[in-house]
């Protein structure tokens, strides 16, 4: 029956299970079906698992000589495998902490086991301990590196916010545009509020415009904010106001095209110096 | 007690250019080689 619960229970889990493989799950957990085989897991989980705790597992005859040791009275054999065991397990829980820089020092931490095992327990020259703890540091890092390179993905980008710079003319531009409905010569009043706000748009996308479009800002914008005040005021209209408020909006228009104008000659100059490298390099 | 944790520059991975289940095996060697065999010759010694 269905409604059995224990049958409820191995739906859910296996439900879940579905979520994780597609990738769905709970942050950290790794799904299976659709990621890499290798390299940085999306998500920004870090898969310091069974890779980092088998390595201690090198060392296991270590665990048969320490009483061995023990009963024969080995004192340098018991030093050397317990500083092997404790180094190794130290590298362990480090590497498993998975912040950066981590599996360097644990892999530091595996060379020094090899190196007090070898020393110590097997009782090998000092010169072949340290090269084989070199070489321990070395089997670690090229087990681990890879582990290591996946950083925690960075932190979405906040929402721009326009410049404090521009914080008042975006104000000037808002009130312009709730006035305008209510006084003479709207649709105009409204298609030069559009076309200032859409210079406005672009300079908060690249604020490295501000200062071309400065003068834009300071008398165009201005202006058509004191003639809002003043038609709010009660003034009647003079018959060139719909000219300015055209020749406002051309000027508006002219001054994005040429903000793009610079951009594309920026980007012909790049072509024309990439283009030029590539065949110098005889690509 | 807070342990302030020193900013750690990221280590430059080891053979880069070697693919990942070539460099795990070359790892497992090493190891195998230098920490095993140590290892059993304490047991045995």
């Known amino acids: ?283 | 007690m807070n342990a302030i944790e020193r900013p750690r520059r990221p280590s430059a991975p080891l053979l880069p250019h070697m693919p990942p289940p070539l460099r795990w095996v070359l790892g497992v060697g090493l190891l195998g080689l230098c920490l095993w065999l140590p290892a059993v010759a304490a047991l045995f010694r």
């Open chain 1, 1 to 283: 029956m269905a409604t059995e619960p224990w049958r409820q229970a191995r739906d859910a889990w296996k439900a879940q299970q579905r979520r994780w493989q597609t990738g769905g799950g709970a942050p950290g957990e790794a799904g299976s079906s659709n990621l890499p085989l290798w390299g940085p897991k999306p998500g920004g989980a870090r898969r310091f698992g069974w890779r980092v705790w088998f390595l201690p597992l090198f060392l296991w005859p270590l665990f048969l000589d320490v009483p061995i040791s023990i009963l024969r009275g080995h004192v340098f054999g018991l030093l050397g495998a317990g500083l092997g065991i404790g180094f190794a397990f130290l590298a362990a829980s480090r590497m498993a902490r998975g912040l950066a820089g981590d599996a360097e020092r644990g892999s530091r931490m595996l060379g020094l086991a090899a190196g007090f095992t070898a020393g110590f327990g097997a009782g090998f020259h000092p010169l072949m301990a340290v090269a084989l703890g070199f070489g321990a540091y070395a089997g670690a890092r090229l087990i681990t590196d890879d582990l290591a390179e996946a950083e925690p993905p960075p932190a979405p980008e906040p929402a721009r916010e326009p410049p404090a710079s521009l914080a008042g003319p975006a104000a000037q531009l808002a009130r312009i545009r709730e006035a305008a409905p209510r006084l003479a010569e709207t649709p105009r009043l409204l298609s030069a509020a559009a076309a200032m706000g859409s210079v406005l748009d672009d300079i908060t996308e690249r604020p490295e415009r501000a200062p071309e479009a400065r003068r834009f800002l300071a008398v165009h914008l201005d202006g058509l904010s004191r003639i809002v005040d003043r038609l709010e005021a009660g003034a009647v209209p003079p018959a060139t106001l719909p000219d300015l408020l055209d020749t406002l909006t051309r000027s508006a228009e002219r001054l994005r095209v040429d903000l793009r104008q610079q951009e594309t000659e920026a980007l012909d100059i790049q072509v024309k110096v990439l283009s030029d490298r590539l065949r110098q390099e005889g690509l």
